[in-house]
T-cell receptor
Framework: KAGVTQTPRYLIKTRGQQVTLSCSPISGHRSVSWYQQTPGQGLQFLFEYFSETQRNKGNFPGRFSGRQFSNSRSEMNVSTLELGDSALYLC??????????????FGPGTRLLVL | TQLLEQSPQFLSIQEGENLTVYCNSSSVFSSLQWYRQEPGEGPVLLVTVVTGGEVKKLKRLTFQFGDARKDSSLHITAAQPGDTGLYLCAADGGSQGNLIFGKGTKLSVKP
């Protein structure tokens, strides 16, 4: 079956703008998690959605938000972009998002560059 | 704050050599995962270890979970250029859908 897809793959924005990234999970998966990956900090958890509800949130400012639709597709939004938001944004899907032994499948990521 | 520390940060070796990378923490984890990430792609799960002292083998890769479930190692025998990538360890962050990642070991295997 098709893997996790993310659009767009690459994005260039300027400071102060906002951006919306999209993630389509594997068919049947109801949990979608978002991560930010930078060379300095590595992969950091942003938030997780399950059945259209945010169940868990990482330590990021309120400029980072997300939502999940009834078909499990998810979007994340970053408002008032800062240079430090330049990163690879990864989403991962799993059946229930229980974390402990359930496999998370990652998409290829959206590379965001803020100028 | 739970942290996973990986070492070495970078590793460049010749094809055919053996190597070990480490993932250490002061916290106890119920499970630990290893991922490999290639340039332009997302991480791909290699293995999940759940029992202290557990050893799992995946072809030339051997994974070990420490007895105290605070550390893990990944050993690659006779490395090949196709093993090149970023190796990440990750553990259950204690909340649903939340994985904590180490910063990774960037491995380069030269032919």
């Amino acid at each position: 079956k098709a893997g996790v897809t993310q659009t767009p793959r690459y994005l260039i924005k300027t400071r102060g703008q906002q951006v919306t990234l999209s993630c389509s999970p594997i068919s049947g998966h109801r949990s979608v998690s978002w991560y930010q990956q930078t060379p300095g900090q590595g992969l950091q958890f942003l938030f997780e959605y399950f059945s259209e509800t945010q169940r868990n949130k990482g330590n990021f400012p309120g400029r980072f938000s997300g939502r999940q639709f009834s078909n499990s597709r998810s979007e994340m939004n970053v408002s008032t972009l800062e240079l430090g938001d330049s990163a690879l944004y990864l989403c991962a899907s799993s059946l229930y998002g229980t974390g402990r032994v359930e496999t998370q499948y990652f998409g290829p990521g959206t590379r965001l560059l803020v100028l | 704050t739970q942290l996973l520390e990986q070492s070495p940060q970078f590793l460049s070796i010749q094809e055919g050599e053996n190597l070990t990378v480490y993932c250490n923490s002061s916290s106890v984890f119920s499970s630990l995962q290893w991922y490999r990430q290639e340039p332009g792609e997302g991480p791909v799960l290699l293995v999940t270890v759940v029992t202290g002292g557990e050893v799992k083998k995946l072809k030339r890769l051997t994974f070990q979970f420490g007895d105290a479930r605070k550390d893990s190692s990944l050993h690659i025998t006779a490395a090949q250029p196709g093993d090149t990538g970023l190796y990440l360890c990750a553990a259950d962050g204690g909340s649903q859908g939340n994985l904590i990642f180490g910063k990774g070991t960037k491995l380069s295997v030269k032919p």
